[in-house]
């Protein structure tokens, strides 16, 4: 997520995130980070990659023993992007973390199917 896209432990890399959230996405007990690119951001011929899907992800936090820390991409969508908002809240009272975004594209609702730590949103 700098100024180019370069393969990182994952294969994720994406520019132009504009907003994150943080919650428990998959019950593990841990902060999790939500965020995704923004489509044009500053216009098509403004933006690195203007074109890329505009993508939504959460980045699990894993702990390790050693006391290392990593994050864990999934991929929630690749159509709808985030814009300067995103929200990561129990919406329908199941006791499960949702993903809401608000885009150029739309307003998008991501209700969490999965309930069991280490599922994910999306997948």
């Not at 894993?62 to 990561?88: C, K, M, T, Y």
């Not at 129990?90 to 199917?113: C, P």
Request: a negative charge; glycine letters at 10%.
């Amino acid at each position: 997520m700098s100024d180019h896209s370069r393969e990182e432990e994952f294969g994720v890399a994406f520019t132009q995130p504009h907003a994150l959230d943080f919650a428990d996405i998959n019950g593990d007990g841990l902060t999790d980070v939500v965020t995704g690119k923004r489509m044009w951001a500053h216009g098509p011929d403004g933006d690195i990659e203007p074109n890329a899907p505009p993508v939504v992800y959460w980045f699990e936090l894993e702990r390790r023993d050693d006391g290392a820390v990593r994050f864990i991409p999934h991929l929630v969508d690749s159509h709808s992007g985030v814009g300067v908002q995103i929200l990561a809240e129990d919406i329908n009272d199941d006791g499960r973390v949702d993903i809401l975004t608000a885009s150029k594209l739309g307003v998008f609702v991501f209700r969490n199917l999965n309930s069991a730590p280490g599922n994910s949103t999306g997948d």
